[in-house]
């Protein structure tokens, strides 16, 4: 069965790092686009960012996040540097044949994984 799982999360001050994975199985994973999104309390989910052929971040965090992925470890990476207070959310992993920046055109999701910036 399809499953996407995220780790690496968790508690961090302003201006730290994390590096988040996101561990695959159940389909092609080299055929898929993957991303990153993440939703903070009482607020909609966000793309963060995305790979296929190439590599797309939204503005926020361009510069600091940056996505990779290993094909034959079925994984998908997000380092993510100089860490602000508004990064704070649950950060989920996705899989679709098209990829960007659009929540429908994924087809996989993770649980997500909870990454806390605070002093």
């Known amino acids: 069965q399809v499953q996407l799982v995220e780790s690496g999360g968790g508690l961090v001050q302003p201006g730290g790092s994390l590096r988040l994975s996101c561990a695959t199985s159940?389909?092609?994973?080299?055929?898929?686009?993957m991303g990153w999104f993440r939703q903070a309390p009482g607020k909609e989910r966000e793309f963060v960012a995305a790979?296929?052929?190439?590599?797309y971040y939204t503005d926020s965090v361009k510069g600091r996040f940056t996505i990779s992925r290993d094909n034959a470890k079925r994984t998908v990476y997000l380092q993510m540097n100089s860490l602000k207070p508004e990064d704070t959310a649950v950060y989920s992993c996705?899989?679709?044949?098209?990829?960007?920046?659009?929540?429908?055109?994924?087809?996989?999701w993770g649980q997500g994984t909870q990454v806390t910036v605070s002093s």
């Open positions: 996705a899989a679709g044949p098209r990829g960007g920046i659009v929540t429908l055109n994924y087809d996989y």
């Open positions: 159940g389909f092609t994973f080299s055929s898929q686009a």
């Open positions: 790979i296929s052929s190439i590599r």
